[in-house]
């Protein structure tokens, strides 16, 4: 279908949402948009958007799959994409109808100001974003091209260091300690806590912390961790592992941020939409695609559908002046334009979810729990007055970065063998043996020694040492 | 605020193909798991069939991503639809995986399977099979065909080959060009064809070399031989088949069956009809050799001939198989003898490949298959003896 208007169509109405967007206080980066065909979509969506991205085969075959799914009609291309960098870029489908771009435009500038403006993004140096992926580009290309290094060295190396990217840290904005700060930290930590009855009691003997333990405090970057602490490795190598490492961070907070941001994009672009005043015919193709985007998807989740419903319910609890809110008190002092800008700055998935995912809300989303039994399905916990809050915990634990296992480093030196110790964290949900198996493999190949991982299995504390090339597991009592 | 709008451009080289060298590296990785797995895969009974478009599905190992991820007691939360979800209702099959891309904080469903055309999985087989001497080997090629092509033009030539037209070309040329150096050449006077005006034909004289190859197999169709012997049997058959397809322009195949006595008869009768009766293996290569001698001249032909029996040979006709096996030896250029024992089969008294040790002949190969796995080491085994001999034209 030829595409009915033109770049100066697109211009104009980008100029009457800016002016809404501006009105309604949304405060975003300067936007670029690029319009594209579907294969350079698809092509963005495999390199995360970025104009230029280092080489692996992992996006090769996220490239046929995605093109297969698209070609054989499983699958919709999103409308659009947008990448958080200073300028926010935006990718728009030339295929796309009027109404369609004029809703993604208004949808971007919902990211946008949100990639702007949520706590979790400020580590990110957003106007250094497409300089940075280039030159981590150009970094890995210049080592394939280096005749002692190539590509077969260099894709030992980021098979490994992709096993294990999201090894990292969650929350950004707490600084990561020095190594001094942390020595000072546990020597305080040593000294016996305050006794009130120090006069009568006898003195607790100070133990001195063992300070040429390393890591001091369990370590959560793993891949920085063997960086720094593998004397092994060649310059070229730490230099990968550090550029694997920064990619995976700058997506941290787009994982911790999912439902909000989509939910804050869809609540935008929904308010923009409706004062724009659409001739009718745009008006109705508006709402058949936004309800497109917007319904649940049974039996899944559709973070735009959850995201959104929750940004509606507080815009309508901070509004509301009935005494039926007084059933949930919330502060009065803020209207309800604030709360939604301070909601939209203080929180991530995990937070808003607890926060703001109501009783009611639970039960309008027709929310339940299921469990894998075989290869189906099976709901174990409907909406219910006993259940409802069990459900919203077991949906916390799985926004967010809760679905990557909380894995950290305790110990270089195990076994006094130079061996790394490693400690999951379990949290009542056990890791897939296979991908440990495998995955500590790779650990076991960039630490070049044996690497051991405390978890628990079925109820039972065991160990997974992977030494040489095999696995063992072992009960610990 | 200022937004900018950068506009189309179609294709613009590097941007829209950048995927291109990630996905030949991936597809390359998946070649790779394929031929990792490829004894799996050849044993597997679906692929034995001849026809070339079919689809293969091919299970894939060595291509996922792994990462630390969680595993099946691991409940979720999803959403229902209009009706109410009752607790122990089915609402769907495993987890949903496939997220985002970006995300890359599940597993997702990695694809187990990928979809190769038999060719391609051919090509890949015999890539597996790493024989480098059988690259270096030339084809014995027969000279089927002497024929004249055209080939250029040349001033000089015999008068049959003029080229009327191109010769007529050329001297409008000359008088162009004569015309314009002389301006003041008087027009539309006679301009005569010149000797260098001619145009030749030239000719070259081509060989067309055809190299042939011949199939028989041979299968003891006695009442030992039950479904699973003969499976085994095909799967071989099937295999030397599609590698001498790659090898040879033009591969013909005829199937012997013997039990007492021998007889030529259609693949579906080969493979499907069973009989009875004892067994003499010389029958069936004294047959081999009549239709060789008949149809396929060793000097034309390049044979390859394999046996597919139990082993359970009547004592009386074993100097007489001998005799016949040597010879087809000595005609092909590469005869093979399998012998089929299923593991549990019961231990047969005679087994034919003590007796063929007798056999000195180089290209002649006996090989013991006791299970599916078996087929494709014994198919690399048996071709390692290939020979190309050196009477060939």
């Known amino acids: 279908m030829a595409a009915a208007y033109t770049l100066e169509d697109l211009q104009d109405w980008n100029h009457r949402i800016v002016e809404l967007v501006e009105r309604f206080g949304l405060d975003p980066y300067a936007q670029e948009f690029e319009i594209c065909d579907y294969e350079q979509m698809i092509s963005y969506m495999v390199y995360s958007g970025m104009p230029s991205h280092y080489p692996h085969w992992s996006y090769g075959k996220s490239f046929e799959k995605l093109k297969t799914l698209y070609d054989y009609a499983l699958t919709g291309l999103p409308y659009e994409m947008v990448i958080n960098s200073n300028p926010a870029i935006a990718y728009l489908m030339r295929d796309n109808t009027l109404a369609l771009q004029v809703l993604t435009m208004a949808h971007v500038y919902g990211h946008n100001d949100f990639f702007k403006n949520n706590f979790t993004f400020r580590t990110i140096r957003a106007e250094f974003t497409i300089e940075t992926f280039k030159a981590h580009a150009n970094r890995v290309r210049q080592y394939i091209e280096d005749p002692s290094i190539g590509l077969e060295k260099v894709e030992r190396i980021l098979d490994a260091a992709h096993a294990l990217s999201l090894q990292c840290r969650r929350n950004l904005t707490i600084r990561k300690q020095s190594e001094a700060e942390q020595k000072e930290a546990k020597l305080e930590d040593s000294k016996p806590a305050t006794d009130p009855f120090q006069s009568v009691h006898r003195r607790k003997e100070w133990v001195s912390p063992d300070l040429a333990k390393v890591p001091l405090y369990p370590e959560e970057d793993i891949l920085l961790f063997i960086r720094d602490h593998n004397p092994h490795l060649a310059e070229w190598e730490k230099d990968l592992l550090t550029i694997v490492h920064e990619q995976a961070q700058y997506f941290i907070p787009q994982i911790e941020t999912k439902i909000m941001n989509e939910g804050w994009a869809s609540f935008w672009h929904k308010r923009i939409l409706e004062a724009l005043d659409l001739p009718q015919d745009l008006r109705l193709e508006f709402i058949v695609r936004h309800t497109q985007v917007l319904s649940p998807h049974p039996g899944g989740l559709n973070p735009y559908h959850i995201g959104m419903k929750i940004w509606e319910d507080i815009e309508r609890r901070w509004s509301e002046t009935k005494p039926e809110v007084e059933k949930k008190p919330a502060p009065k002092t803020k209207s309800a334009q604030e709360k939604l800008f301070e909601v939209r700055e203080v929180e991530r998935d995990s937070s808003f979810l607890r926060r703001y995912l109501t009783e009611e809300l639970v039960r309008e989303l027709n929310l339940f729990e299921y469990q894998s039994r075989g290869n189906e399905k099976v709901v174990s916990k409907v909406a219910d007055d006993d259940n409802w809050q069990a459900i919203k915990d077991t949906l916390i634990q799985n926004v967010g970065t809760g679905t990557i296992p909380v894995i950290k480093v305790e110990d270089s030196d195990y076994g006094h063998n130079r061996g790394l110790f490693l400690r999951h964290f379990h949290d009542g949900r056990d890791l897939q043996l296979e991908y440990a198996e495998k995955t500590l493999q790779y650990l076991r190949q960039l630490w070049g020694r044996e690497v051991a991982l405390e978890t628990i299995l079925n109820e039972k504390k065991s160990l997974l040492c992977f030494s040489d090339d095999k696995l063992t597991i072992k009960p610990i009592p | ?393």
């Open chain 2, 1 to 393: 605020m200022e937004t900018i709008f950068r506009e189309y451009h179609p294709s613009s080289g590097q941007r829209s193909d950048r995927s291109a060298g990630d996905r030949l590296r991936h597809r390359q990785k998946v070649r790779e798991a394929i031929r990792h797995n490829i004894a799996d895969i050849i044993a597997e009974e679906s692929i034995i069939g001849k026809s070339k478009d079919r689809v293969v599905k091919v299970p894939i190992r060595g291509v996922k991503e792994y990462r630390f991820v969680y595993g099946e007691n691991v409940p979720g939360v999803g959403q229902g639809g209009d009706g109410e979800v009752q607790p122990g209702q089915t609402v769907g099959k495993g987890k949903d995986g496939a997220q985002g891309q970006q995300a890359g904080d599940r597993a997702g469903v990695d694809y187990y399977e990928t979809e190769v055309s038999l060719d391609e999985l051919v090509e890949v087989m015999f890539e597996d099979l790493e024989l480098p001497d059988l690259d270096r080997k030339h084809l014995r090629q027969m000279e089927v065909e002497r024929q004249f092509r055209q080939k250029g033009f040349r001033k000089k030539g015999i008068r049959v080959r003029l080229d009327k037209k191109r010769t007529a070309r050329s001297r409008v040329k000359r008088k162009k060009a004569t015309q314009r150096a002389a301006v003041a050449a008087p027009r539309g006077q006679r301009f005569p064809f010149h000797k260098d005006d001619l145009r030749y034909h030239h000719t070259v004289t081509e060989m067309r070399r055809e190299s042939n190859a011949v199939v028989v197999c041979i299968m003891d169709t006695s009442g030992s031989m039950d479904t699973m012997k003969k499976y085994l049997a095909r799967s071989f058959f099937f295999l030397l088949y599609r590698f001498l397809c790659t090898r040879y322009q033009n591969v013909e195949i005829v199937f012997i069956a013997h039990h007492t006595e021998a007889r030529e008869v259609t693949e579906d009768e080969f493979f499907h009809k069973g009989e009875s009766g004892g067994t003499f293996i010389s029958s069936g290569y004294n047959k081999a050799l009549e239709i060789i001698y008949e149809r396929y001249h060793p000097g034309l032909w390049n044979v390859y001939a394999f046996h597919c029996s139990d082993g359970d040979n009547f004592e009386s006709d074993n100097p007489a198989a001998l005799k016949a096996a040597k010879e087809l030896a000595q005609i092909s250029n590469l005869f093979g003898y399998g012998e089929i024992k299923p593991l549990g089969a019961g231990y047969y008294g005679s087994s034919m490949i003590q007796y063929f040790s007798q056999i000195q002949e180089p290209n002649f190969q006996t090989v013991q298959i006791q299970r599916k796995e078996d087929i494709w080491p014994s198919f690399k085994t048996f071709l390692t003896k290939d020979r190309v001999r050196d009477d060939a034209a």
